[in-house]
């Protein structure tokens, strides 16, 4: 069964940074890309970056430059260090080896003005 589980969330001032982690489950992990999503109130749940097995990256334009997607295969743990936040980044943010899912409980994030 495929588990997920994200840490790393909390409350930040605007221009502040944070780091997520995201243990997963070795059957998934080390072959797969890896995401990082997030679901704003009222809002879709959308991707925010991704990263392949090999390492290579991609990011959505709102968080280019800010974000880094990162992830250690021989602890089967992805990362996501946020810097610079601004209050729009207020999410839950979840990662996924598919937009799909499965997913895990998430970790909120509020960043504030």
């Known amino acids: 069964q495929v588990q997920l589980v994200e840490s790393g969330g909390g409350l930040v001032q605007a221009g502040g940074s944070l780091r997520l982690s995201c243990a997963a489950s070795?059957?998934?992990?080390?072959?797969?890309?890896m995401g990082w999503y997030r679901q704003a109130p009222g809002k879709q749940r959308g991707l925010v970056a991704i990263?392949?097995?090999?390492?290579?990256?991609n990011y959505v334009d709102s968080v280019k430059g800010r974000f880094t997607i990162s992830r250690d295969n021989a602890k089967n743990t992805v990362y996501l260090q946020m810097n610079s936040l601004k209050p729009e980044d207020t999410a839950v943010y979840y990662c996924a080896g598919s937009p799909f899912g499965p997913w895990g409980q998430g970790t909120q994030v509020t960043v504030s003005s």
């Open positions: 990263i392949t097995s090999g390492g290579s990256t």
């Open positions: 070795g059957s998934i992990f080390s072959s797969d890309a």
